[in-house]
């Protein structure tokens, strides 16, 4: 959902469940989530995005001015990096203890590769039940310029980095591949296969394509 708020406009995934109350995140790495009951109305969820509208327009831009900041990784115990939306400090994620920097960086990675095949086999399963499709396999690489792809074999392939992103935005990646497994082509019908699943992936595309530089090692 996109929202007017002043002279810019906010992107926001929405969430409905069975919740009492409304709620908005920002995730670090710059994705708003609101969270409402079930039944509200826009007009609600747009009204409260613009009662904090302010507030939420600062932590964009401070994320924005972090990211864009010129630094290298640091790869100690309190460097802080990306997994599923969130920053965690390196050694919340992997053991750190007696380790050289050159085994730091093998191991996060391999930590990114094992926890992107976790979590894509989980949402994988969620998804292919819906589409009432199912992938031959599907492999987790190392890319530069794709997050996902689909094969006429229908094999699927995701970038490991996607473990840097938040669920959501993840969930979409997978929705797109295992669409294409019923249309190989970005046409009318490929598109409305993925808005059958995910109504507001146009906002998941904007993210990647905004902050998709940031999840990196």
């Not at 995140?25 to 989530?33: E, F, K, R």
């Not at 998804?127 to 690489?141: A, D, G, N, T």
Request: charged fraction near 25%; include cysteine.
């Amino acid at each position: 959902m996109k929202i007017q708020v002043g002279q810019q406009q906010i992107e926001c995934h929405v969430e409905y469940g069975p919740r009492k109350k409304l709620s908005i995140h920002v995730h670090p790495s710059g994705l708003i989530t609101v969270r409402a009951p079930n039944r509200t109305s826009d007009e609600m969820v747009i009204n409260a995005v613009r009662q904090h509208g302010s507030k939420i327009l600062k932590q964009l831009q401070a994320i924005e001015a972090e990211r864009t900041a010129p630094k290298v990784k640091a790869y100690e115990d309190e460097g802080k990096f990306l997994h599923l939306g969130q920053y965690y400090s390196l050694h919340e994620l992997i053991e750190t203890d007696g380790r050289s920097e050159e085994e730091l960086q093998r191991d996060l990675k391999k930590f990114y590769f094992a926890s992107c095949k976790k979590v894509i086999g989980e949402r994988i399963r969620i998804y292919q039940k819906q589409l009432k499709v199912m992938p031959r396999s599907f492999l987790i690489e190392e890319s530069q310029t794709k997050w996902g792809s689909c094969s006429s074999a229908k094999h699927l392939t995701f970038n490991y980095r996607l473990a840097m992103a938040p669920i959501e935005v993840i969930d979409y990646v997978v929705i797109h591949e295992l669409c294409h497994l019923l249309h190989m082509n970005h046409d009318r019908s490929f598109w409305r296969c993925v808005g059958s699943v995910m109504k507001d992936y146009k906002a998941k595309e904007a993210f990647l394509a905004k902050y998709g530089h940031a999840m990196t090692l």
